[in-house]
């Protein structure tokens, strides 16, 4: 029994069950609690039963092992294997819990480059998903799935394809890619949800911004990361060079 007067003490132990792996990494922000780090397409998350190296948590294990940094790996959100940009990493599970626990401030902004000339200048898209019953990865536009909104602002267009800037309400499985195959305008590069890779390898998808409340601090984050070359270069060839310029704050 706990009697008034009584000190408690706990230790909670650090247990890393990643491997760690030398793969650079850039970090744009990090602190005693979070660290977030600007992905390269390509690079999963965390192992799976199939890849058990080569992944983002890898990486982080490795950095926390030659800065003698007795930390975990908890992800506060995910982005798919080809999807690059901003990963919000929490050193301790509690943390991450945080997010939930404190309903603070936290947003996400992408950019994305899909096919054709999109329509409209401004954008709310609420279409609910769910997986496709003949596979694992894939996802669809589905009346009886979850809730998903986006909200979409057209910064650039011609008629081969068009730039947005994307920010999520919600957070669902290939939310941005599902959302634009749906609307007939998939992501260049996205083969699999229509897209055509002659211009890209990988979907042109970078999550470029994020906004949020430290969850120990409480003070006001703004993180943002460049487009990767290979988006850089769609750009440049569309001549929208004045639009490659750092985002000081949402638009």
Known sequence: M????????ITLPIRNAFEPEYIPIRIAYEDDYLLIIDKAAGLLMHPTSAQRQ???ANAVAYYYNTTNQYRGYHPVHRLDKNTSG???????????????????????VYWAIVTGYFPASLATINMPIAREPASIIK????????????????????????????????????????HCSALGYPLIGDDLYGGTQDKISRQALHA??????????????????????????LLIQARWEHLLRPLSQFT
């Open 2 to 9: 706990v009697h008034t007067g009584d000190t408690i003490c």
């Open 54 to 56: 080569g992944t983002l």
């Open 86 to 108: 901003l990963c919000l990493i929490a050193k301790e599970p509690h943390i991450q819990s945080l997010f939930d626990k404190q309903k603070l401030l936290y947003r996400r």
């Open 139 to 178: 996802r669809h536009v589905d009346n009886d799935g979850k809730p998903a909104q986006s909200y979409m602002t057209r910064l650039a267009m011609n008629e081969t394809y068009s730039l947005l800037q994307i920010f999520l309400a919600t957070g669902r499985t290939h939310q941005i890619r599902v």
């Open 208 to 233: 470029c911004a994020m906004e949020l409340i430290h969850p120990i601090t409480h003070k006001h984050l703004f993180i943002t990361a460049p487009l990767p070359p290979d988006m850089q270069s």
